[in-house]
């Protein structure tokens, strides 16, 4: 098959995922659709039109910048009469503004969510009520928290403990010092998923990653350099970045055959965003996105990547925050870019 025949092919599938959307889907999808095929035909069209119309069509929902809290294990939407986790379940919370309008902390698992900050936290039931608060003492510092079974971990003093939504006691978590590479400030987080949980401590460039088992609290890793506050997991995996500045590198670590891999080197970084699919990376001012098999994209030059939630990425694009899989992003923007090759 030669090049002109694989063109003609590629037009003809875009056409016909443009035909799909235009004849089975809702308005913001149509609208995409036809700009696509217009884009493949070669036709002028305001291109920003066509990046907001795949926002529109392909984000599960939006909402106003200043109205999102969000760390790797949940989003929150505020603003409103409650506080209302958006993802990745709907509960609307019964918080009081104390509450709502000091969170620096927050997780959930399928019973709970948490909601806290370096003062104390509060746990709700997955009907939104509050079911126990902790207050932190005198001179204790929680500095992450997350959902552990019927308990809340957290970090205090560089040590772990757990407190019991039940009985309210507290009791060491598990054993060990956790200070950070800097042992004077330091931001720390930890993020939770169904079969591991990980806690990264750290600051400028310099972190520390220590991942353990979400059911027993058995620790699998310790303190592995990473270079950037963000990483992921997915599985028996831990994706992160490692290395320092002009040599930095994409990574995989399996928790369980403790082997390293590299996935990807970077020379130039400004900015660096990692999911259980793949990653944004930023530099010369322009974002890339790419996924663990190596398809890559272009991100429109207007867009912020401003972080992830498991598989989603927040996108902020004229003071929205867009929620959208990576996957679909990733699919969509290829869509595009072969749409302008056969223009």
């Known amino acids: 098959m030669n090049t002109m025949q694989i063109s003609i092919i590629t037009r003809l599938i875009i056409i016909l995922i443009s035909l799909f959307f235009i004849t089975s889907c809702g308005s913001a999808e149509k609208e995409y659709a036809k700009l696509l095929e217009k884009t493949a035909r070669g036709e002028k069209i305001d291109t920003a039109g066509l990046y907001m119309a795949l926002l529109k069509a392909f984000s599960f929902t ?71 608060i902790y207050k932190s003492g005198t001179k204790e510092r929680i500095d992450a928290i997350a959902m552990q079974n019927e308990n809340v971990v957290f970090l205090s003093g560089n040590r772990l403990y757990e407190f019991n939504i039940s009985s309210r006691q507290t009791r060491p978590f598990i054993t060990g ?111 890339r996105i790419e996924n663990f098999a190596g398809e890559k994209a272009l991100l429109p030059e207007e867009w912020v990547v401003k972080g992830s939630c498991r598989s989603i990425l927040l996108v902020e694009y004229k003071s929205r925050l867009y929620l959208i899989e990576f996957d679909t992003l990733m699919q969509r923007l290829r869509e595009i870019s072969n749409a302008e090759k056969q223009s």
């Open 177 to 287: 010092d956790f200070s950070s590479p800097s042992k004077k400030f330091f931001r720390a987080f930890i993020h939770s998923e169904e079969k591991y949980s990980a806690l990264i401590t750290g600051i400028a460039g310099s972190y520390y990653i220590s991942v353990y088992d979400t059911l027993n609290g058995s620790l699998r890793m310790k303190n592995i350099e990473s270079s950037t506050f963000d990483f992921s997991i997915k599985g028996s995996n831990l994706y992160y970045l490692r290395g320092g500045a002009g040599s930095w590198s994409v990574s995989k670590y399996d928790l369980l055959s403790k082997n390293r891999t590299k996935i990807r080197q970077i020379s130039s970084l400004e900015n660096f965003v990692i999911t259980e699919s793949g990653f944004i990376s930023v530099s010369d001012g322009r974002g």
């Open 62 to 132: 939006s909402h106003k910048s200043d109205k999102i809290f969000f760390t790797k294990n949940l989003v929150l939407l505020s603003g409103g009469d409650e506080p209302e986790v958006i993802y990745p379940l709907n509960i609307t919370l019964n918080a009081d503004d104390s509450i709502e309008e000091n969170i620096s902390h927050a997780g959930l698992n399928s019973k709970y969510v948490l909601l806290g900050n370096n003062k104390g936290f509060c746990v709700f039931n997955d009907d939104g009520d509050p079911v126990a």
